[in-house]
């Protein structure tokens, strides 16, 4: 189920509770394993947010001297450990969680926290690619039904009329696009004014996905990034729900832009990092974006880039291929990338 509410009826309730955030010990000694075999680890950032880890995915907990929020949640099977790691670093309850992206490695968690009570956020387009993850499956199928009727009709003047009428079904037929939980759809762009606290949820233009959000804690001068930075890793572009690599380039160059040299940004997922780890992880995404887009224009096949070891070589013994994106993935999106950029006449 989804809600709307008044931006500022929100915005007023939120800030009369979210009150002066409460100092809690360095390290906590909440970050532990379940009997579910679920380790989650909690880091304090600042006085008032923590790193919550859950093997290499990133959540964040702000908290408030009346309650805790979130930013992203871990998966299903982590979410009841990582509700309970968040709610032991304060007497307060956790009662928001923002959404940065529709991944289930962010959102898997969303139902749990929903009944446990949590008010689940995110913005209309990372709701509606949540949905359409969830019915990826119902969605494919229609989608080839359609196609066979459709050369069906196309192939023969005179149709069946059974074909005629399952075909017309399934252009009229729409999934109810609700989610079995409910969520608080916030703007795309919006800040929070608290006593203690200036939040600002700011939208990228498809990026990582089509509905990515930056979350900047600005008194305590903390950006949770989501999975617009995967520190030390290659970049996980979702082609599907519109993510592309050059608008990554821009979402990286707009958080470069609120940080300073102080500033702590909290990936998606890997360590803790700082700006000058942002502008590595931009260079590395352009000196292997430019490597491909030559050997491309070069003439080269896929296959002859993934054997051009040179490339990523630098990386590679880094350990970049060794998280989400694999090298040679990451090589066969920036060539569908180059081959975007620069088509080739037929």
Known sequence: MKRHFF?????????????????????????????????????????????????????VAFLGREYTLLVDGHDAKAAPKTLNTAGRLSLNPVRFLINTNHNKNNTGGN?????????VMCNQQTYNNIWIDSNSEELDRMKSLKEAYSRKIKGNKEVNEEVNAKYSKLQSKNIEQELPYSVFVISDNMSINLVNEKIKIIKTHNAHSSGDLIVFFKKNNVIACGDLFLSGKYPYIDEKMGGDIDNLLMAIDYILKLANDETVLIPGRGPIASKEDLKAYKRMIEYTQRGVQMDYLLGKTLEEVISNKSITANYDNKGYGNGLVKTQDYLQML???????????K
């Open 111 to 119: 139902a749990y926290y929903s009944d446990s009570g949590v008010t």
């Open 335 to 345: 060539y569908r990338s180059a081959m975007k950029r620069y088509p080739k006449n």
């Open 7 to 59: 931006l500022y009826t929100y915005l007023v309730f939120l800030t009369a509770n979210f009150l002066e955030a409460q100092e809690v010990g360095e390290f906590s000694n909440d970050s532990q394993k379940g009997s579910s075999g679920v380790f989650v680890a909690a880091k304090k950032i600042k006085d008032s947010i923590y790193s919550l880890t859950y093997g290499t995915n990133n959540a």
